[in-house]
T-cell receptor, first 113, second 111 residues
Framework: GAVVSQHPSWVICKSGTSVKIECRSL??????MFWYRQFPKQSLMLMAT?????????EQGVEKDKFLINHASLTLSTLTVTSAHPEDSSFYIC?????????FGPGTRLTVT | KQEVTQIPAALSVPEGENLVLNCSFT??????LQWFRQDPGKGLTSLLL?????REQTSGRLNASLDKSSGRSTLYIAASQPGDSATYLC??????????FGDGTTLTVKP
């Protein structure tokens, strides 16, 4: 089946630094990818829709300048958390659409100290 | 705005029991509905995908149904096993191209 990978699987960074998370579709091309955030014991919340070759569409309340999304190719979307703060600590998951279904990456756990 | 509710929030059953997880949604204009499993600290594993034109899907011990008119879906797990312990999420994917997730049902199957 379709496979979506994420890198890194976990990262610890200091407050004020930036962190980049990669999302790759390994065996299919994805013109659209989605980025979600999940806080402990909560469900997934859509942050933004990443469109290949164009600007991402952000959900209400998500800061565009803080969560930079780049979908430079049909198999890669990146999420950069800029000037990270402890409140940005969360589980970030990406997904891609194929054959009318969503395929999710394994997630990246970000801890900001 | 689509709202997705999952009941119950948590469920504990002895091994071998059959069980039903419920998912309800407010807007019936959906593209598909998908059930996922999430283990603690892990990503999502897709279990079953039901297109808007379908009424149910089966995979092994799992059966998912969809009733758009009533805004409901159920996930039936037969002969539950301890390895089925996880959080089960349903997600509604709309024609607008967005998914809305329920809060999940945390299942514990006791040996």
């Amino acid at each position: 089946g379709a496979v979506v990978s994420q890198h890194p699987s976990w990262v610890i960074c200091k407050s004020g630094t930036s962190v980049k998370i990669e999302c790759r579709s390994l065996d299919f091309q994805a013109t659209t990818m989605f980025w979600y955030r999940q806080f402990p014991k909560q469900s997934l919340m859509l942050m933004a829709t990443s469109n290949e070759g164009s600007k991402a569409t952000y959900e209400q309340g998500v800061e565009k300048d803080k969560f930079l999304i780049n979908h430079a190719s049909l198999t890669l979307s990146t999420l950069t958390v800029t000037s990270a703060h402890p409140e940005d600590s969360s589980f970030y998951i990406c997904s891609a659409i194929r054959d009318r279904g969503q395929y999710f990456g394994p997630g990246t756990r970000l801890t900001v100290t | 705005k689509q709202e997705v509710t999952q009941i119950p929030a948590a469920l504990s059953v002895p091994e071998g029991e059959n069980l039903v997880l419920n998912c309800s949604f407010t807007d019936s204009a959906i593209y598909n509905l998908q059930w996922f499993r999430q283990d603690p600290g892990k990503g999502l594993t897709s279990l079953l995908l039901i297109q808007s034109s379908q009424r149910e899907q089966t995979s092994g011990r799992l059966n998912a149904s969809l009733d758009k008119s009533s805004g409901r879906s159920t996930l039936y797990i037969a002969a539950s096993q301890p390895g089925d312990s996880a959080t089960y999420l349903c997600a509604i994917y709309t024609n607008a191209g967005k998914s809305t997730f329920g809060d999940g049902t945390t299942l514990t199957v006791k040996p």
